[in-house]
């Protein structure tokens, strides 16, 4: 069993960041898939973006480019450092451990209780 927590989320205008972070419990974390989604009012909860053991990474294209995940091994915690963000960014934040690197939410085994984040325009 892993645990997630989540925290870093809030109220930001629009084009600001936000620095997601994500500390998870277990001894093997640097074998850990990661992955980012998130869920808006009245809508499926999406894919944003997962890192592999090996840091391959991939990418929403909604968020490509002004998102970036990131991990640190020591300190047993994923990051999504948000940039340029917009209304439409508005959600709850969820992080996951993932059986398999991919971008659907099936592959996710584990999952935090999520942060909130809203973009003001």
């Known amino acids: 069993q892993v645990q997630l927590v989540e925290s870093g989320g809030g109220l930001v205008q629009t084009g600001g960041s936000l620095r997601l972070s994500c500390v998870a419990s277990?001894?093997?974390?640097?074998?850990?898939?990661l992955g980012w989604f998130r869920q808006a009012p009245d809508k499926e909860r999406e894919f944003v973006a997962t890192q592999s053991q090996d840091y391959r990474t991939m990418y929403a294209d909604s968020v490509k480019g002004r998102f970036t995940i990131s991990r640190d091994n020591a300190e047993n915690t994923v990051y999504l450092h948000m940039n340029s963000l917009k209304p439409e960014d508005t959600a709850v934040y969820y992080c996951a451990v993932g059986l398999t690197f991919g971008v659907e939410r099936n592959q996710y085994a584990y999952w935090g209780q999520g942060t909130q984040v809203t973009v003001s325009s």
């Open positions: 277990g001894r093997t974390f640097g074998r850990y898939i």
